[in-house]
């Protein structure tokens, strides 16, 4: 298995709450993701990293930052949950240039927001 | 918008059938077709691949099918097995998958019966 960690695995919050979930990878892979699963809509991109303090937006990013201090952690942060924002989050890494570009998945934070 | 529109949303299939699963695309300069396997409680994991340079590539029982002039690819499973039961994800991406973020289609939940 890739070396990636999630965490928490399962938050239940209150809506206007703040909630951070943290993807902590060991194979010191330059791409990092973060993506929502919901039924009936896949996954989709929320943000992405390319590199410590780099990062950019993806299909749904609104309501969400992130930040990358370091190599191995990328933070998702919801400043202020709401309902819609219920989903399963997984992260994702990618070695740079990988010639076969695949991604390599966490195993899911599901937040629930009240 | 970029799209991969994907193809039936469930499918139910009897031990040693073949399982079919379809993708579309929209965007000519995606040049990498992955499917990623997904197990309930797990993360995605990628399956085969293919790009657009051959049109068929077969992993054991899982063989992708690719037509370019018609924008289409498809997943199939011969001889299915109840442990083929999962969601399956067609994506797609350019700059050969190294570079360009994966869109994902909707996903595809097998359920093969014994």
């Known amino acids: 298995d890739a070396g990636i960690t999630q965490s928490p695995r399962h938050k239940v919050t209150e809506t206007g709450t703040p909630v951070t979930l943290r993807c902590h990878q060991t194979?010191?892979?330059?791409?990092m993701y973060w993506y929502r699963q919901d039924p009936g809509h896949g996954l989709r991109l929320i943000h992405y990293?390319?590199?410590?303090?780099?990062?950019d937006k993806g299909e749904v990013s609104d309501g969400y930052s992130v930040s990358r201090s370091k190599t191995e952690d990328f933070l998702l942060t919801l400043e202020s949950a709401t309902s819609s924002q219920t989903s399963v989050y997984f992260c994702?890494?990618?070695?740079?240039?990988?010639?076969?570009?695949?991604?390599?998945f966490g195993e899911g934070s599901r937040l629930t927001v009240l | 918008q970029q799209q991969v529109k994907q193809s039936p949303q469930s499918l139910i299939v009897q031990k040693g059938g073949i399982s079919i699963i379809n993708c579309a695309y929209e965007?000519?300069?995606?040049?990498?077709f992955p499917w990623y396997q997904q197990f309930p409680g797990k993360g995605p994991a990628l399956l085969i691949a293919?790009?657009?340079?051959?049109s068929e590539k077969k992993e054991g029982r899982f063989t992708i099918s690719f037509n370019k002039s018609a924008k289409q690819f498809s997943l199939h499973i011969m001889d299915s097995q109840p442990g083929d039961s999962a969601t399956y994800f067609c994506?797609?991406?350019?700059?050969?998958?190294?570079?360009?973020?994966?869109?994902f289609g909707k996903g595809t939940k097998l359920s093969v019966k014994p």
């Open positions: 994702a890494i990618r070695e740079r240039g990988g010639l076969t570009g695949e991604l390599f």
């Open positions: 194979e010191n892979h330059r791409y």
């Open positions: 990293s390319y590199g410590v303090k780099d990062t």
């Open positions: 965007n000519t300069a995606f040049d990498y």
């Open positions: 293919i790009r657009p340079d051959v």
């Open positions: 994506a797609a991406s350019s700059g050969g998958g190294s570079q360009g973020n994966l869109i």
